[in-house]
């Protein structure tokens, strides 16, 4: 029972990745993100994205730990309001989103199955009036929900 058992150590690349990208190196196995985000997209996902039109909604929720949010779409014409998913990498700008914040975004399709779509290129054009808005330098002072 004292035996010491072999633990496989990720690479260096691995490591710094993960160092690179703020995650918690717990026991030196790391999980791959299933999250598409702006640094594992495609590059012809990124343009169909960039070419896509510019859509409007207002941010549900959104957790600076947990690095995303949700998008409620604002027109009834950008097809069905079903709420969109936005990555923290996918955020243009220096204020943190709050619930309320009206937002513009383009669309992507959200891989493997390519079946639902997820906000980027996500931009405050009007900050909720009556929060608190942080920037993205300051310290995290209590979690979002």
Known sequence: ??????????????????????????????????IPHRRNRTYSASEAALAGPTKSGLVKSFCRQKGHGFIT??????????????????????????PGDHVSYKTCLIPPKKEKYQAVHVQITDLMKGVSHEKWDSPVSSPDK
């Open 73 to 98: 779409p604002l027109a009834a014409n950008e097809g069905d309001q079903e709420e969109l998913f936005f990555h923290i990498s996918d955020i243009d700008g220096e204020y943190v989103p709050k």
């Open 1 to 34: 029972m004292s035996e010491a058992k072999d633990i496989p150590i990720p690479s260096p690349q691995a490591i710094n990745n993960a160092v690179l990208a703020g995650s918690p190196i717990v026991n030196k196995f790391l999980i791959p993100s299933p």
